[in-house]
């Protein structure tokens, strides 16, 4: 079974300023999707970036990037310029390719904290 | 643009009760799954359908059913509701890929329904 860990329960950074949330998967799989989704307190899942197992290169969304390190099973997630509406719970997801219609599964989840 | 739509956005029941939650996908979307968050939990996944047709199933207690209708809207139905049955339920929606790769295996998820359990 596939499982998603995320190893830092609370993060925080000044506004401005860069943060790394890290994620870690363990699979025996090739072809997979990880996703990263922002949970902000209105609880509503939004999402923030996915990677494609088979891109070499990595994503980004603006002030969002990743660093995805398949042969270490890392999917770590980079906010540059981080604002206070930044501030969420963020959840790192893994969806198996193999079929078009994968469920997700979650890891448990890095609260960030934004300081003005 | 579109998104998932939910309702109830609340619903409070007492024990032993039925509830029913809907999901209306995004439009062309043909996949919706259903997830359950618990308090300071990460989402598990509960059943998902493709076509209508159940695709794949998580933890999701024989108490609780599922559907897709015609229109590929869902239904979960839970019975004999239990205490630890409070919890958010989201619906997410979204299109299975082609013959190649596409980029819309992406799940779009709905502001969810929060249940109370009584």
């Known amino acids: 079974a596939q499982t998603v860990t995320q190893s830092q329960p609370e993060m925080s950074v000044q506004e401005a300023e860069t943060v790394t949330l890290s994620c870690t998967y363990d699979?025996?799989?090739?072809?997979?999707?990880l996703f990263w989704y922002k949970q902000p307190p209105s609880r509503q899942m939004i999402l923030v970036i996915r990677q494609e197992a088979y891109k070499q290169q990595n994503a980004t969304e603006n002030r969002f990037s990743v660093n995805f390190q398949k042969a270490a099973k890392s999917f770590s997630l980079k906010i540059s310029d981080s604002q206070l509406g930044d501030a969420a719970m963020y959840f790192c997801?893994?969806?198996?390719?193999?079929?078009?219609?994968?469920?997700?599964?979650f890891g448990q989840g890095t609260i960030l904290t934004v300081h003005p | 643009a579109a998104g998932v739509i939910q309702s109830p956005r609340h619903l409070i029941k007492e024990k032993r009760e039925t509830a029913t939650l809907k999901c209306y996908p995004i439009?062309?979307?043909?996949?919706v799954y259903w997830y359950q968050q618990g308090p300071g939990q990460d989402p598990q996944f509960l059943i998902s359908?493709?076509?209508?047709?159940?695709?794949d199933k998580g933890s999701i207690p024989d108490r609780f059913s599922a559907q897709q209708f015609s229109d590929y809207h869902s239904e979960l139905n839970m019975s004999s509701l239990e205490l630890g049955d409070s919890a958010l339920y989201f619906c997410?929606?979204?299109?299975?890929?082609?013959?190649?790769?596409?980029?819309?295996?992406?799940?779009?998820f709905g502001p969810g329904t929060r249940l109370t359990v009584l």
């Open positions: 699979t025996s799989e090739s072809d997979y999707y």
């Open positions: 997410a929606s979204s299109q299975a890929p082609g013959g190649g790769r596409t980029s819309t295996d992406t799940q779009y």
């Open positions: 359908f493709y076509e209508k047709m159940q695709s």
């Open positions: 997801a893994y969806g198996f390719g193999g079929t078009s219609y994968g469920k997700l599964t």
């Open positions: 439009p062309r979307h043909d996949t």
